[in-house]
């Protein structure tokens, strides 16, 4: 599914349709450069969720706990991830084989510990500053 989002405004919207095609998937990885919108985007998709408490960047904590309307919700920023051991000393696998969402942000940094399946977000800044965002099942 391919998405455009011209404007701030928009990603509400997004984030609806983007929960829908997930369906019974909850894991989303996020690919995008530095200030692509991964967090932003997320933001949003915990709104959806219903979570009202403020979400932002776990980038420090790793891991970042909200609660929504009907499920927990993890998101998870591995940029300073150092290597894939800590990852694994945080217990991931808890919260991946949870039957929480899980919204991560980097998932470079663990190629070997990616489930088998999840949704991956792709998002793209285009030169007018719009952003394109794709959307597959994986
Ligand atoms: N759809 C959008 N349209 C316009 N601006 C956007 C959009 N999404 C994000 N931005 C802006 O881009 C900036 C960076 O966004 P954000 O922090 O979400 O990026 P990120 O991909 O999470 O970056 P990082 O890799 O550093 O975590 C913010 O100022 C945000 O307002
Ligand atoms: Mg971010």
Request: proline content about 5%; glycine content about 4%.
């Amino acid at each position: 599914m391919l998405l455009t989002a011209t404007s701030l405004t928009q990603l509400p919207s997004l984030a609806s349709e983007i929960i829908s095609f997930a369906k019974a998937n909850r894991i989303f990885l996020f690919y995008g450069d530095m200030g692509a919108g991964k967090t932003t985007l997320i933001k949003s998709l915990c709104e959806c969720l219903g979570t009202t408490e403020p979400v932002t960047s776990p980038t420090f904590s790793i891991v970042n706990e909200y609660i929504g309307t009907k499920n927990r919700i993890y998101h998870f920023d591995f940029y300073r991830l150092k290597n894939q051991t800590e990852a694994l000393d945080m217990g991931y696998e808890e919260y991946f084989y949870s039957d929480a969402y899980c919204f991560i942000e980097w998932p470079e940094k663990i190629p070997d510990l990616l489930p088998d399946h999840y949704i991956e977000v792709k998002i793209t800044t285009l030169p007018d500053n719009s952003r394109q965002i794709i959307i597959a099942q994986i």
